[in-house]
């Protein structure tokens, strides 16, 4: 069976909505649980800027990072090798298979 590009695109987009569903619902809960003096409005907002800012520095840093690493392969296989590396690092010290 071949696949194509567009059922692969669909299915990511699938799990995405799922992971987005089941996020949103943890954070409400969470935040329900931590709001202080029914100020569950108040949290939901502040939380919502911060998510947007981090978003924002996010893809500012990720273009800086991509124009960076996109001058040598030979670099961006160094920083995938990092990366990688502490990202197993990080995943072992919380005792979590990836």
């Given amino acids: 069976m071949r696949v194509r590009g567009g059922q692969v695109i669909c299915a990511a987009e699938v799990c995405q909505a799922v992971v987005g569903v089941a996020g949103g619902a943890s954070r409400a809960a ?3 649980h931590f ?3 029914d100020n569950y409005g108040d949290v939901q907002a502040k939380d919502g800027n911060q998510e947007v800012f981090v978003e924002i520095v ?3 840093v990720g273009m800086w990072f991509t ?3 996109s001058e ?3 670099l961006a296989g160094v920083f995938f ?3 990688a590396t502490l990202h197993g690092l990080a995943l072992h010290s919380l005792d979590v298979s990836a």
């Fill in 30 to 32: 969470l935040t329900q």
């Fill in 35 to 37: 709001s202080k003096r």
């Fill in 58 to 60: 996010g893809s500012v």
């Fill in 67 to 69: 124009w960076f690493v």
């Fill in 72 to 74: 040598s392969d030979m």
């Fill in 81 to 83: 090798l990092v990366f």
